[in-house]
């Protein structure tokens, strides 16, 4: 099963391996650089989410976060955790909604950690604060 990775460099859509996905080394097949793709989540813009959302045929589930939240930042090694646990039946994104303002608009986000589910192009799902590992594992279930 292959992951749907984002290059913010060419803006092309790049098919990578889950083994590479725990590897922690991807390269875009278009224009050669490293794509940022760690343990199973992708950083991406704008353009990438949109992109993403609108391509994949898994779940995407989306961290709305910024560098100087708190609770974002102790989230984190937990959405690492069950990146790891659901690769290749759930696409784990991270926005940056200081650097991403469009998105923080265009989905409404207004407390950050926010997690959205999109399915099928989609938001089904949105849940704000920072989650326990289970009760994360358990929304990601429900749609994978």
């Not at 989230?75 to 039946?89: I, N, Q, R, S």
């Amino acid at each position: 099963m292959d992951t749907l990775v984002f290059c913010k460099k060419c803006e092309k859509l790049n098919r990578v391996p889950n083994e590479k996905a725990l590897s922690d080394l991807a390269i875009c097949g278009n224009c050669k650089s490293e794509l940022d793709f760690h343990h199973g989540i992708q950083e991406v813009n704008d353009l990438g989410l949109q992109k993403i959302i609108r391509s994949s045929s898994v779940p995407v589930i989306v961290d709305f976060w910024a560098e100087w939240c708190g609770p974002c930042k102790a989230f984190a090694p937990t959405f690492k955790l069950a990146a790891k646990e659901f690769l290749g039946k759930t696409t784990f994104l991270k926005v940056n909604t200081e650097l991403n303002p469009h998105s923080s608009s265009t989905f409404q986000i207004r407390s950050i950690p926010t997690l959205i589910i999109f399915k099928n192009g989609k938001e089904i799902e949105r849940q704000s604060g920072a989650l326990p590992l289970q009760a994360l594992k358990s929304l990601v279930q429900k749609y994978s």
